[in-house]
């Protein structure tokens, strides 16, 4: 199993499980599944843990700054020139099922065009894209965020659950991750 994991999910194992990780069975457990690679953290997911609060994820998570773990994990992982397994497919999509349509009528075409062109560098769906390649690859995959499909903010493009039930692309949010895996006995005391 791959598990891709979003910058809010690393946010919150940081905030409000590691301070009650007293025997540090969470955080060696992560660094773990990250250097054997079952974890995954993207470049442009490590990109906003060095500004996000104040870079607090890297902080905390401190084997995240350390030059010979990252070497050994292969992390993050570089997304550079990754692309969608069908790009023409893909950005059909972008243009019609991953829009809010009601926010793609304020905008002109260019000023969409330049929009979507953002959005597709973006860590969401860049996360997105390389679980499309795992899963072509035979992978099982989940991508862990905890963005729920409700609610857009009056965003232009709908949340990362919403597209990613459009792929069947598995997500699930930390708390669901951590119950998922038998081998961590993690107690609050």
């Known amino acids: 199993m791959k598990v891709v994991i979003d910058t809010n999910s690393l946010l919150s194992l940081v905030r409000y499980y590691l301070p009650f990780d007293k025997d540090r069975v969470l955080f060696d457990f992560f660094q773990t599944k990250i250097e054997e690679g079952e974890i995954i953290i993207i470049d442009k997911v490590y990109e906003q843990c060095r500004y996000n609060a104040r870079g607090l994820i890297l902080s905390k998570l401190s084997f995240l700054s350390d030059k010979a773990f990252l070497k050994r994990a292969k992390a993050p992982f570089n997304t550079e020139i990754l692309l969608a397994p069908s790009p023409a497919k893909f950005i059909r999509m972008m243009d019609n099922q991953f829009v809010v349509p009601v926010q793609r009528r304020k905008l002109t075409e260019v000023e969409f065009e330049n ?18 390649h795992l899963m072509l690859n035979g992978e099982e995959v989940i991508l862990v965020t905890e963005e729920t499909s409700e609610s857009n903010d009056n965003k232009l493009f709908k949340k990362i659950p919403a597209m990613c039930k459009e792929l069947k692309i598995r997500t699930m949010t930390l ?7 038998n081998d961590i006995e993690f107690s609050v005391t």
């Open 175 to 181: 708390p669901e991750l951590i119950a998922q895996y």
């Open 115 to 132: 929009q979507k062109n953002i959005h597709l560098n973006d860590a969401d769906i860049k996360q997105i894209i390389l679980c499309l």
